[in-house]
C-alpha cells in the first residue's frame, strides 16, 4: 500500500499544479479584462490559457502511463515504484519548467516541454514492457 500511497501523492502533486494554472488563468481574466468565455485577448492570458490547456492535454496521458508502470513494476518492491514516482516527479518539474517559460517567452518551452515528454515516454514504454511481459506464462 506505500507503494501506491507515493504514486497517489504524484497524482495529487500533478493535479495540484493544474489546479494551480487554472487559477492562473481565472486571475489574468480578471486583472487584464478577457471575459469568459473568450479564450483569446491580451497576449498573456492567452499564454496561460495555453499552457493550462497544454497540461490538460498532456494529463490524460500522463496520469494513465504513471499508474500503469506502477501497476506493472509493483512487484519489484518499493524501490520500483520510487522509480516510477520521481520520474512522474521529473514530469510535474518539466511542466513547472514549460510554464514559467512559455509565459515569460513561448520560444523557450522547449526544455520544460520536452522534459515533460521524455518522462511520459518512459512511463509509457514501462507500462507497455510491463504488460507484455505479464501476458507471457510464466
Known sequence: MVAHSLIALVTLASLAQYFVMSLNV????????VAAPATSGHPEFERLYRVQMNTL???????PCLWLAAIFT??????ATGVIA??????????HIYMVSYVKDPKTRSRGFGLQALATLLLFLIALIGAVINLIPQ
Do not use: T
Open 86 to 95: 520521481a520520474i512522474g516527479v521529473i514530469w510535474i518539474v518539466g511542466r
Open 57 to 63: 492535454e498532456w494529463l490524460v496521458i500522463f496520469l
Open 26 to 33: 481565472g486571475r489574468a481574466r480578471g486583472r487584464l479584462g
Open 74 to 79: 509493483g512487484d519489484l518492491g518499493l524501490r
